[in-house]
């Protein structure tokens, strides 16, 4: 899994039927400068949200198998808190 940023959404003609109902959201790894990629969007995100991304097969298993998809949003993340190791 991957904590993203929504950074815009996308509207195409869908040439494949499985994708039929899908939305699509631009998402980029949090704190990261890489390169956006796209993201079936499974929990109604908007623009600027945090998201939890999966990817590979466990993305086509969280849509429906045999869905042409390589990544999609599972979750919004509401807060994150995470351990501080005294590294700073």
Known sequence: MQICKVIGHIWSTKKETSLEGLK??????K???GS????A?????????????????????AVRNNVPIDAAIVGIIDTCETEKTGEE
């Open 24 to 29: 699509f959201m631009v998402v980029r790894e």
């Open 36 to 39: 956006p990629f796209v993201a």
């Open 41 to 61: 969007d499974l929990v109604g995100a908007g623009e600027g949200e945090e998201v939890l991304v999966v990817s590979g097969s466990t993305a086509r298993y």
């Open 31 to 33: 704190d990261s400068t």
